[in-house]
């Protein structure tokens, strides 16, 4: 049997499989479909301090080869998590971690603080994509200060092993990455959704409510590959990878890439059973290529 083990920080992932935020609801949803403790792990939908209704519909759209969403993080709150899901889900025999999601850095270390109480949540991962209040809505993670600043006032509060995921609407991931490694994040995970816009040209107006959305799915897988290989040379913490996996083979070219551990998102909605799918033909994968671990291919690249 080929050893699919991997480690993030404290985290022993029994293979490298996580699900991406947003795309798997809190687990429990597809409960049905695959075993969660089949999985390395699961990032929960994004989680804010106080409740968000989201914006307005439409704000799903199709597009060639992927989505556009600009669902806008609705979700009921960290203590509604904490009273309402986490009895639900804390007895899940895989790692449960949580997407945190905030509009200050102050924001964000509160809400982490409180996940920081939960037993059986060991890992929180910071969506910094998100705008800051404080700086005319510009995205926290476009800057190495940005992004600092959120990790900074995190850490001070959370003590558990934290993720951090970066946008890819950049100039240079590379120098978020490492703002992030130097004020202590314990991983990275990119790529979150690039930016886009659909039009109805009938209707003459854009196809989402507000415009522009995050663009998923196998587009960006590209761009997401790129971007991991780059940070995976920069930084010395283990980088998570994701953009447009659909196939064990979509896996092993991020593990290739310098990923240690990669999430699946958009294609859930594809196949909900995608997750395992994807497990299994990895270890195929490396056996069939003679490799008795994962770790023989992580980061293999000459």
Known sequence: MVDLHVKINDLELRNPVLTASGT????????????LDGLGGVIVKGTTLRAREGNDYPRMAETASGMLNCVGLQNKGVDYFRTQIYPRIKDIDTHMIVNVSGNSPEDYAECA???????????IELNISCPNVHQGGMAFGVTPEGASSVVRAVR???????????????????????????????????????????????????????????LSGPAVKPVALRMVYQVARAVKIP???????CTAEDAVEFLMAGATAIEIGTANFLDPAVTIKVRDGLGAWLEAHGCSSVSEIIGCLE
């Open 113 to 123: 603080a409180r996940i920081d109480e939960l037993d059986r949540i060991p890992a």
């Open 239 to 245: 980088v998570i990878g994701l953009g447009g996996i």
């Open 156 to 214: 001070a509060r959370y003590h558990k092993t934290l993720i951090v995921k970066l946008s890819p609407n950049v100039t240079d991931i590379a120098d978020i990455a490492r703002a992030c490694e130097a004020e202590g994040a314990d991983s990275v995970s990119l790529i979150n959704t690039l930016m886009g816009m659909a039009i109805d040209i009938e209707r003459r107006r854009p196809v989402l409510s507000i415009a522009t959305g995050g």
């Open 24 to 35: 798997f609801g809190y687990g429990l949803e597809f409960a049905d479909f695959v075993p």
